[in-house]
């Protein structure tokens, strides 16, 4: 599956944004979903992961209570909705889906697709 992740930009700490994660190429229900992002010269950070039908999500305790994980498999697409973002909220958010099991769901290596990115700026 192909994923193209989109909804990035600059935002004034304590706003909010949404990114969308749109897939192609395959069915988007026979996939597990999940955002990671990466601040430059920093390993890349689990933040949000979701089953493939939507029935059970987990998050970073970075963001819990503050981001939302949730898709649209007839939209082909998994959302995260930030609010409350923090300066140090700032980093690319990538897309990522997977088959199989929903284990080791924060796992990078475990994900098979990967989205371009898309930047996040939070000004504080």
């Known amino acids: 599956v192909q994923l193209q992740a989109s909804g990035g930009g600059l935002v004034q700490a304590g706003g909010s944004l949404r990114l969308s994660c749109v897939a192609s190429g395959r069915p988007f229900n026979l996939y597990h979903a999940a955002w990671f992002r990466q601040i430059p010269g920093e390993d890349r950070e689990f933040i949000a992961a979701i089953t493939w039908s939507g029935s059970a999500t987990d998050y970073a305790d970075s963001v819990k209570g503050r981001f939302t994980i949730s898709r649209d498999n007839a939209k082909n697409t998994a959302y995260l909705q930030m609010n409350s973002l923090k300066a140090e909220d700032t980093a690319v958010y990538f897309c990522?889906?997977?088959?199989?099991?929903?284990?080791?769901?924060?796992?990078?290596?475990?994900?098979?697709?990967w989205g371009q990115g898309t930047l996040v700026t939070v000004s504080s």
């Open positions: 990522a889906a997977r088959g199989g099991s929903y284990s080791n769901y924060e796992i990078e290596s475990r994900y098979s697709s």
